[in-house]
């Protein structure tokens, strides 16, 4: 049984791990790839929705995760497949949820589930195989904390630095990155060692003077879960590399996701929850400087407010075409850029791919 916080609940056929869970409830409209879904840190105390009827299909397999394990409180589904079929396939779902832990829930009508969300807005739930009255459920979802002052990176990080491997070599002689670690897809660092970028994720803690000694030619400040006001030690660090860079020289940065909001936070601007987030892999943004629009892939539920940006240093470079939110900015006098979507596009369309060549182009120019 899904139960939400108001009271509306959802009755199915449980799969994966037996047990209760609580968070909040998102719906994910993307058409495929369920298991980077599933293993992205972004979804950190949320229970997500498919609307794509079926999922399943294609089983699990071991290239497409984006993170060390699935993250996601429980998840929802109109039908789980009985059958799987992929070569890559070496898991069906249903395991593979049981052994992470995860609750999954199906036969729910999830076209209903996602209209309700979008007209009342993304709210608290709770979903349990074993409490199934419907009263006290839905009181245990009115109970949880919800992710607003919630500092869920922490959870999330990666507890040591360690190197990402280059890419078949190619990544021996060019940039280094430190990729800052507040929950970031694996296909984020993949992006960057196609490219030739040498990468070192830190955890979320790593402090300015840390990242200051190392010495990096650029910074790549990562997506991860829940609310970027909570996180209050990233955006400190943030602040104090733009407002004192090592040897007074700027280092490159390019935010992703929760990475813009914590630049957006640390440069003066506020962040504010969504409705119902943006989650899915086809949203259409345009880039005022150039006029192209492109389909995105994206996770978030908290977004920088566009009429707080203070002054003149920061420009506006993208916004969603649906909701008119703020999807990019850049800083105009400082190497600095980010954008609310997942330009790595994992899974998803490949149009944002060029914005990880204009972070290489920043880093380059800064040794010209």
Excluded at 46 to 61: D, E, K, R, S, W
Excluded at 181 to 206: F, H, M
Excluded at 229 to 251: Q, S
Excluded at 256 to 265: A, F, H, S, T, W
Aim: hydrophobic share 40%; glycine share 10%; net charge negative.
């Amino acid at each position: 049984m899904l139960a939400l916080e108001d009271g509306r609940v959802f009755e199915g056929a449980a799969f994966g791990a037996a047990g209760s869970r609580e968070g909040e409830v998102v719906f994910n409209t993307s058409m495929t790839g369920y298991q980077e879904v599933l293993t992205d840190p972004s979804y950190k105390g949320q229970i997500v929705a498919m609307t794509y009827p079926l999922i399943g299909n294609c089983g699990i397999n071991a290239e497409d995760s984006e993170s060390r394990r699935a993250w996601l409180e429980g998840f929802v589904v109109r039908e789980l497949s009985a059958v799987r079929s992929n070569w890559r396939s070496s898991e069906d779902l249903d395991a593979f949820l049981e052994r992470q832990g995860v609750v999954g829930i199906q036969g729910v009508d999830t076209r209903a589930l996602t209209r309700h969300i979008r007209k009342a807005g993304a709210m608290r739930a709770a979903l349990s195989t074993e409490d199934l009255d419907p009263k006290r459920l839905a009181a245990k979802a009115k109970a949880s904390r919800g992710l607003v002052g919630v500092d869920l990176v922490k959870d999330v990080t990666c507890d040591q630095a360690f190197d990402w491997p280059t890419d078949g070599g190619t990544g021996t002689c060019g940039p280094n990155v430190i990729a800052l670690d507040y929950g970031v897809k694996y296909g984020i660092l993949r992006r960057l060692a196609s490219e030739g970028c040498r990468v070192r994720v830190v955890p979320a803690q790593t402090t300015a003077d840390a990242l200051a000694r190392a010495r990096p030619d650029g910074i790549l400040i990562s997506n991860g879960p829940g609310d970027p006001a909570a996180v209050t030690y990233a955006v400190e660090t943030l602040r104090r590399l733009i407002e004192d860079p090592p040897e007074g020289r700027p280092i490159p940065m390019f935010g992703i996701c929760l990475g813009q909001q914590l630049l957006g936070l640390a440069l003066g601007a506020r962040t504010f929850k969504l409705k119902f987030g943006h989650h899915g892999a086809n949203h259409p943004v345009k880039d005022l400087r150039t006029g192209q629009v492109v389909i995105t892939v994206q996770n978030h539920g908290f977004c920088v407010d566009m009429d707080s940006i203070p002054g003149n240093d920061l420009e506006v470079t993208h916004v969603n075409l649906n909701d008119q939110t703020l999807e990019g900015m850049r800083h105009v006098r400082l190497p600095i850029f980010s954008v609310q979507f997942h330009p790595e596009a994992s899974p998803g369309p490949h149009d944002a791919h060029y914005l990880f060549r204009r972070f290489i182009e920043l880093m380059q120019a800064r040794h010209a």
